[in-house]
């Protein structure tokens, strides 16, 4: 059985594929409203899909050890069904890889980054990482060599107490490092996606489906 999911279509042919991995202890429910601010416009397919590991009433994509560190044998199972389900997604709604962004908040960033990271997988039209880190695991890497144009968006509070603003700034100075293009934002705000933050999110979005985008500059911005 493949995971489950909520998705919310276009309102005419799709510009691209949207799929926001929901944080620890949320479901497939969690992000789907966020669709609206992001995709106001509704150019985007969005999927949400739930991750397969029930803890306490809600579900989480690995078990955690310590922050940053994801447990090896969940961290691993979870990626492979969800690299299943975006292959299948792929198939099914007839829209490729290069015209799909993959986002999420905390943990589900977390996902994101790893399977938009992987040299293994398909390169992504990008990467949407609110409030997560790029995974230390056993048995993954990313694999920045093979997707140097890949753009990627950074927000993260720095009074975030769950995960610490330092995992994004170590995130940004890797993939700048690699030669990605990131567009950065912090603000005062703790473990949540910050409001202020949601403009330049829909703006980059918006460029990273843009079939038309050629080239895409990199771009570090703070938010004070």
């Known amino acids: 059985m493949g995971l489950i999911y909520r998705e919310r279509p276009a309102t005419r042919e799709p510009a691209g594929l949207l799929v926001l991995h929901h944080g620890r ?8 409203g966020l669709a609206a601010v992001l995709d106001p416009d509704r150019r985007l ?14 579900y989480h994509w690995y ?7 994801p447990d090896p044998v969940t961290f691993h199972a979870a990626y ?3 690299a299943t389900f975006h292959d299948e997604l792929w198939e099914r709604t007839g829209i490729t890889p290069a015209n799909t962004v993959l986002g999420g908040f905390s943990m589900g960033s977390v996902m994101s980054y ?14 949407l990482a609110f409030s997560g880190f790029i995974p230390n695991v056993d048995g993954w890497q990313p694999h920045l060599d093979s997707r140097p144009d890949l753009p990627v968006f950074i927000a993260h509070g720095r009074r975030d107490p769950i995960i610490d603003i330092e995992f994004a700034r170590r995130a940004r100075t890797l993939l700048q490092d690699g030669g990605l293009p990131v567009e950065y934002h912090e ?12 403009p330049s999110a829909v703006q980059w979005l918006t460029a990273a489906t843009d079939e038309n985008r050629s080239t895409t500059t990199t771009t570090t911005t703070e938010m004070d």
């Open 45 to 58: 397919h969005v999927v949400t899909p739930r991750a397969p590991l029930a803890v306490g009433g809600g």
């Open 80 to 82: 492979h069904e969800l």
């Open 187 to 198: 603000s005062d705000a703790v473990h949540q996606i910050d409001p202020a933050h949601i």
């Open 114 to 127: 790893a399977l938009g990271l992987a040299g293994g997988r398909p390169k992504p039209a990008g990467i």
């Open 63 to 69: 078990v955690v050890p310590r922050v940053g560190y």
């Open 25 to 32: 202890g949320a479901d497939e429910h969690d992000l789907l």
